[in-house]
């Protein structure tokens, strides 16, 4: 697709240097031509900090000024996430800001859609058998002797099991990944493994797949995707797919806590503050070209 991204002028700093080739044509490709970027983001984890209780979650404080400082730098910015889009606009207060016109939320691996241009949402009917694994939880939990510091999260499109609070999370979660994967199968449901939590939802949905739709829907020249844990794998593989068809893409890993995906980034930074601080930065030079 042309000559290849040239160094543009005013480098980032170097916490947010791309660590591999293919990331400093991605970010070169960005700020070449930011009007063709799109930016996409994952929330928890990324643009809000891992809590015990993922009610009480929140976007980080410098989150949604960063994210409508570049918005209109941009081609397009998008937050995705295996939330329901209508929480993560709420827990991330995206709604009504100023530069944030045009951002969209898809929410549920892509299965829900929020645009703030209309402030609505769009969403499938719930799938069966989510609704019925759902009501089976709980008695299935008890009887294989996970109740204990395990607890259920209702999604709506989905449902998902926290062991953060478990005694010992880490063999909570391991102990609980293939009963839950036989009953997922069971109800036609798939299991997404997150930081000490297995989610249930239906099949034919990940962010990658989200994600390849949307670039195509905007057309973006260069996707800059951040991520922090196994769920976001699929939209790497989706970026680092659309490498080989010639869409420069940079990869941002928030913490190290997943190797799998800190060790594929071209970026990795320290957490949502970290995510916040190249948004920023990334503004900042986007704004002088």
């Known amino acids: 697709m042309g000559s290849q991204p040239q160094e543009h002028s005013h480098p980032l700093p170097t916490d947010f240097t791309p660590s591999t080739p293919a990331g400093r044509d991605g970010l070169a490709a960005l700020l070449a031509a930011p009007e063709r970027a799109l930016i996409a983001l994952d929330f928890d984890g990324t643009l809000a900090d891992i809590v015990p209780d993922p009610e009480q979650s929140r976007a980080h404080p410098g989150a949604v000024a960063a994210m409508a400082a570049l918005a209109p730098l941009v081609g397009s910015v998008a937050v995705i996430t295996g939330r329901p889009a209508g929480v993560a606009v709420r827990y991330g207060g995206f709604a009504g800001v100023p530069g944030l016109e045009r951002l969209v939320v898809l929410g549920h691996y892509g299965a829900e859609r929020w645009d703030a241009v209309t402030g609505t949402v769009r969403a499938p009917a719930p799938h069966p058998g989510v ?134 980034a071209d970026v990795v930074v320290d957490g949502p503050s970290g995510v916040v601080g190249l948004l920023a930065a990334l503004s900042s030079i986007a704004g002088r070209a």
Request: proline fraction near 6%.
């Open 131 to 264: 609704r019925a694994a759902r009501a089976e939880l709980p008695g299935f939990l008890e009887g294989i002797g996970a109740w204990h510091g395990s607890w259920i999260e209702e999604k709506g499109q989905a449902v998902a099991v926290h062991t953060r609070r478990a005694e010992d999370p880490v063999r909570a979660f391991e102990s609980l990944r293939v009963p839950l994967a036989e009953l997922a199968a069971r109800h036609g449901l798939i299991v997404e493994p997150g930081r000490m939590v297995l989610e249930l939802r239906p099949p034919g949905t990940d962010k990658g797949v989200a994600l390849a739709e949307y670039v195509r829907e905007v057309g973006a020249g260069c996707v800059l995707y951040a991520g922090d844990d196994l769920g976001d794998v699929a939209a790497y593989s989706t970026v680092e797919k659309l490498r080989t068809e010639g869409v420069p893409g940079l990869l941002v890993c928030s913490g190290s806590e997943v190797p799998v995906l800190a060790d594929r």
